[in-house]
């Protein structure tokens, strides 16, 4: 079992920085995929970066170049720093985690979530 909470979200104008921070408990963190989702009012929940165990990355077009996705498996936190936001990066971020090697990009692959932080960027 795996806890997440996550932190870091807030207001920021266009154009701006936000690094959002998720802490984990467990003693097995690091052989566990985590990965960034969104969702905004109306729309499906959609992936934004994730990072296997070893440290592969991947991000969703519409955040690479701006997102940058880091793992601390000593402090069991996954970071992830979000420059030039834009107003369509408005949305509640979530951490998440699986158990199992790989990134997926669908939410239904993961097991574990946190209960979302709001991060909205203003025009």
């Known amino acids: 079992q795996v806890q997440l909470v996550e932190s870091g979200g807030g207001l920021v104008q266009t154009g701006g920085s936000l690094r959002l921070s998720c802490a984990a408990s467990?003693?097995?963190?690091?052989?566990?995929?985590m990965g960034w989702f969104r969702q905004a009012p109306g729309k499906e929940r959609e992936f934004v970066a994730g990072i296997s165990w070893t440290g592969g990355t991947s991000y969703a077009d519409s955040v690479k170049g701006r997102f940058t996705i880091s793992r601390d498996n000593a402090k069991n936190t996954v970071n992830l720093q979000m420059n030039i936001l834009l107003p369509d990066d408005t949305a509640i971020y979530y951490c998440?985690?699986?158990?199992?090697?790989?990134?997926?990009?669908?939410?239904?692959?993961?097991?574990?979530w946190g209960q979302g932080t709001q991060v909205t960027v203003s025009s």
């Open positions: 467990g003693r097995t963190f690091g052989s566990y995929t």
């Open positions: 998440a985690a699986r158990p199992r090697f790989g990134v997926p990009t669908d939410w239904r692959d993961y097991n574990y």
